[in-house]
């Protein structure tokens, strides 16, 4: 399943660092893109530069238009927002899509978006973040096995016990 996540109200001077943990959960939980309502150099720089040493073909993009773009997405569409259906009830019928946007909200959702998806998922019924919504949705998604992915990358983490050990090739 190809995953890409959509980010609303991405605010240039605020939100640099939870935007760029956004992409960095979507990349490492197994998405193929972020895509942003406003522009983010800075946030695209970092991230672009982790998926460079750390491998994976992750994009990040931008996109003016974001209600062309979740009319015109040629999948299956997910709002994360704790007013949606439990997390539980949807997952299983997500088996078998092939192109899946998620998308997930900033300081304020604009109400449209709710009649724009195919379904409104709650990653729990009370308020928390973005970020912590969108890694348990994908975790949930892909059953855990996003975790043991081989992103190929030029460093790699050797899993210790204690300390911390990696491994670099050129
Ligand atoms: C800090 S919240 C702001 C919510 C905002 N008050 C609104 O208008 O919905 C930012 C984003 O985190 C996600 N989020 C927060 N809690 C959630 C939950 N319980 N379930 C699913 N997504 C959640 C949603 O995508 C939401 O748009």
Redesign the pocket.
Known sequence: MKVTVLRLGHRLSRDARISTHLALVARAFGAQRIVYDAGAADVKESVDRISQAWGGGFEVAFVKGWKRYVQDFPGVKV??????LPIADVIPGLAGVGELLV???????PSEVYGLVDHN??????????V??LAVFLDRLFMGGELSHDFGGKKRVIPQARGKKLSESP
């Open positions: 709002h994360l927002t704790m007013y949606g998308v997930v909200g900033g300081a304020k959702v998922v709650a990653v729990g019924g009370q308020p928390h973040s973005e912590a919504a």
